[in-house]
Each structure stands twice: as C-alpha cells, then as structure tokens.
C-alpha cells in the first residue's frame, strides 16, 4: 500500500479533532478556514489517485471513512435489507441462475428466534426500574434490543436469502450477507467432494492459500482454480486464494452442475 493511499485512509483521525478544536478555540472563522483547509487537501488526494490511476470517488470515501468502516457499514446495511430485499425478490419472480443451498445444520435461525422472548423480556424490565422523567435512556435501550435482534435474525436468514448460485458464465459463493465470491467458470480446475471437517461454528477459516465457507463446522465440496481470485470480508480487505471449500445441502447435484458447465470430469 503506498504512502498516499495510507495517508488518505486514516486523515480522518487528524482533520476532524483539529476542526472540532479550531471552531471551539477561533469559531465561525475559524471553521470555515479548516473547511477550506479540507477542501484543498481533498483535492490534492483526488489529484494524486488520479495521476496514479485510481479511482477518484475512492480517494473521496477514503478520507471521509475507513475502508474497514465502510465494508462494515454496507455489510450491516446489507443485513438489515435481507428480509426486504427477499421480499422484493419474490414479488418480481424468480431469480436467474440456478441457486443451492447450504444452511442444513445450521442453529442461527432458531437461535436468533429464541431470544426474542428474552430480549422482550429485558427491555420491559428496564421500561419499568428506569424513572419516567429518563425518556430517552429507555428509547436507546430499546432501540438496541430491536437492532440486536433483528440484526441476529437477518444474519441467520442472509443464508436462506443468498445461497450459492451458477449464472451467465460465473459461479457465485456466498456464506450469508458476510462472505462471498465470485468464480469464472472457465478459472475452475477441478471441482470434488471434501472429506474435511473444522470446529462447530459458521465462519470463514483460511489456511493455505485456501478459504473454507464452513456452515456448522460443515464442508461438502473442494473447488481448485487455475488462478486466485478475491473473498470479499466484511472488514478486512478481499482475500486472494486459489482453492475454496464450501458447504452445500446436495453436493452431489452440485458437483454435477458444475461440472455439466465447465466439462469437467472427475478425478
């Protein structure tokens, strides 16, 4: 990473205190001097990506936010949409491609669904032990209590929502709204059931220059490419592996598809 692109990325750190300070210190003038400020080192940023063949609007989002900040912030933003945007989906019909499953197995549903009579249960007890004159303490607390939910219960349904998916030439591999990546076929060297196993939990393990989307500990189908290409994280920065290890309800039927399209055989 260059020293530009590092600079840009954690401005934010610097100009926001020092604006803070210079308004509190100097006032009005003083605020419009650090917006001008701001500006122009906005556009020095800009000037520098571009030259260096970068994308402008990504020299902008740099320095009003963190790129971890960002893939957090579209990563629950996306979570939130997942029931209405399954929603939508089914109104407008079936989506393209040819879909597979993979959350057999999988306890978040039913583990999201079961605290809800408990955080019901917190948020009526708060209501009543807070005093009435602390109004916007109880609407915080229960504000909480419905993302937390609703958060858990979107994450477990993302799995439903986004499952694996072969279309127009690509593969599409998902673990939820968290994971994902997206495979040319023709990159695909040779597709075949996985004998392996990791711990109990739904997550993403890397290791040797591979990616494992495990659903419950579980994973059904091995995937080696001729050539890497990126896992999308909802924090760190995308991933390059060259084998990916994926859970799937019928690997059968999905090893067949694959290799229906690519003309593989197996080994």
């Known amino acids: ?135 916007w303490p109880k609407v915080a607390v229960l504000a909480l209590s419905v993302y937390g939910v609703l958060m858990l219960i979107s994450l477990a349904l993302s799995m439903r929502v986004h499952p694996h998916r072969i279309d127009d030439g690509s593969l599409e591999l998902r673990l939820g709204r968290l994971y994902r990546a997206i495979v040319p076929l023709e990159a695909i060297q040779a597709v075949d059931l996985s004998r392996e196993s990791v711990d109990s939990r739904t997550r993403l393990v890397l290791r040797d220059g591979g990616a494992l989307l495990a659903v419950s500990g579980r994973v059904d189908v091995q995937i080696s490419l001729r050539r890497e290409i990126e896992v999308e994280r909802p924090i760190g920065e995308p991933v390059r592996v060259s084998t990916l290890v994926i859970a799937v309800d019928d690997p059968g039927s999905f090893v067949r598809a694959i290799r229906d399209q690519t003309g593989l055989v197996s080994r």
């Open 1 to 135: 990473m260059s020293r530009c692109v590092r600079l840009r990325r954690w401005a934010f750190l610097v100009t926001l205190p020092a604006a803070a300070l210079l308004v509190g210190f100097w006032g009005l003038e003083g605020g419009m001097a650090v917006l001008a400020l701001e500006l122009c080192l906005v556009v020095l940023l800009v000037g520098a990506a571009w030259r260096g063949r970068g994308a402008p609007n990504e020299a902008m989002l740099d320095f009003l936010m963190h790129p971890a900040a960002r893939r957090l912030t579209r990563t629950e933003l996306g979570l939130l949409w997942t029931v209405p945007g399954a929603l939508v989906r089914r109104l407008r019909g079936a989506s393209a491609g040819r879909g597979f499953s993979y959350h057999r197995g999988s306890s978040d549903l039913a583990f999201a669904l079961a605290l809800l009579p408990a955080a019901a249960a917190e948020v009526t007890l708060v209501e009543l032990l807070l005093p009435e004159r602390w109004f």
